[in-house]
């Protein structure tokens, strides 16, 4: 509790704590970070959230999400009768929409032939901002890749899991067509 304190008060105070806490209870750390184009904190999905100018915010669908976090979240619902299934989705989903912000500075719902491609190619050399050894989801030190290269097996799962969610997001049209 105390931690999690110093750490939501650490400009104020002029202090940061710069060790590690696991907890189980997410909630003893800052619920929300905002991840800003080229300058972003890595933080899982449950701890995501996106500046409005890369959110997706202006979509039309069949779906009640206000922006492409809720899209995400309500593609990744659909599977939660499928435990492992959700977990592999949300763990490509993660790795895609930060790289989308940080890396690209664009929405998911925005992103073209050519941000696709160059995911494509970043999921063979992830940048070492991205990649960090096994950490608590609510650590400071987690990161959406692990430091050893994703095998080729990996990759091509990975872009498969992408196509699913993008092939669903344009079925409920919060996406116009699936890049």
Known sequence: ?????????????????????????PLALPVKQ????????LVPL????VPRAHSGAQAFAYVRARHDLDAVRAYLHRHSAQQATQLAYRRELERLLPWATVERGTAL????????????????????????????????RWRPFAPDALSPESQR???????????????????????
């Open 109 to 140: 719902s925005s992103m073209s032939v050519e941000d696709c491609k160059a995911y494509n190619a970043f999921l063979a050399a992830p940048s070492s901002a991205f990649c960090g050894a096994p950490a608590s989801r609510t650590s400071g």
């Open 46 to 49: 449950e701890r995501l959230a």
């Open 34 to 41: 905002t991840v800003e184009a080229g300058r972003g904190t």
């Open 1 to 25: 509790m105390l931690v999690s304190w110093l750490r939501r008060h650490a400009r104020s105070i002029g202090c940061t704590v710069t060790f590690d806490i696991k907890t189980a209870d």
């Open 157 to 179: 799962y990975a872009v498969r899991a992408i196509l699913a969610a993008f092939a669903w997001l344009e079925q409920v049209r919060y996406l116009a067509g699936n890049p």
